[in-house]
């Protein structure tokens, strides 16, 4: 699943997260309790941990093309 971050979005630790990670589509990973896993990757390392409710999903469109019959 892709997501965004709130703004004011912090670290489960209360850590910043970096202005790069805020601008970037993350992939939820995994849920643990109130918290996500997340990254910036669709596979490899993890970006960090934060509260669930600090993401915002991101909605997949499928973009159609419109074909003119004669």
Not at 24 to 36: D, H, K, N, P, Q
Not at 44 to 59: D, Q, R
């Amino acid at each position: 699943q892709k997501v965004k971050l709130k703004e004011g979005a912090t670290y489960h630790n209360g850590k910043t997260i970096p202005l790069w990670v805020f601008k970037s589509t993350l992939y939820v990973r995994r849920f643990e309790g109130a918290f996500v896993i997340f990254s910036t990757l669709k596979s490899g390392a993890v970006t960090g941990k934060t509260l669930a409710s600090n993401l915002i999903p991101i909605e997949e469109t499928v973009k159609t093309k419109k074909v003119e019959v004669k």
